[in-house]
């Protein structure tokens, strides 16, 4: 059982536009949505998190949209740039425990 | 650089062989991770060492065999593995007191299996 799914697989985008990575979730307990970004060769990085209790934490270009109700939380990357392209991962965790992981999405930006 | 550092960064090797991959975390941190990484699939927690304790997914192969002689360091042992074992395995570490979901991944190590 797949407790995030995320979408799209990959993604392509230009300089300067907006990339937006969607996941959604099946517990409601789930407490905790971190994004990671892992490039080539390297182990995933946290990236950006969230906590339910907001619907939304901007840190510089990095900004993610969560929708308690629907049970989705999204990233968006403004301004994108070839430095951006990367594999992204959604999760979520309850409490302080282990994340599930989405199944990632390949992103490139072409300049 | 996270801290947390694999061993080897590739390997290949025969479905006879015995193999080991090692970790080894610099942040302090008390708890340790293995994590299988597939093309097209989530991240698979395989074993956990938290404050000591083992917790493993009951799903992993026994050909797989942890051991975590301290805090700082983990192993992987590999043993009569299979093709579909290719893949990508990831070290991670994260401090108990701050929560398990907080965690720091290490580069991975490439596994090859012939």
Known sequence: QQQVKQSPQSLIVQKGGISIINCAYENTAFDYFPWYQQFPGKGPALLIAIRPDVSEKKEGRFTISFNKSAKQFSLHIMDSQPGDSATYFCAASLGSYIPTFGRGTSLIVHP | ETGVTQTPRHLVMGMTNKKSLKCEQ????????????SAKKPLELMFVYSLEERVENNSVPSRFSPECPNSSHLFLHLHTLQPEDSALYLCASSQESRGLHEQYFGPGTRLTVT
């Open chain 2, 26 to 37: 610099h942040l302090g941190h008390n708890a340790m991770y293995w994590y299988k990484q």
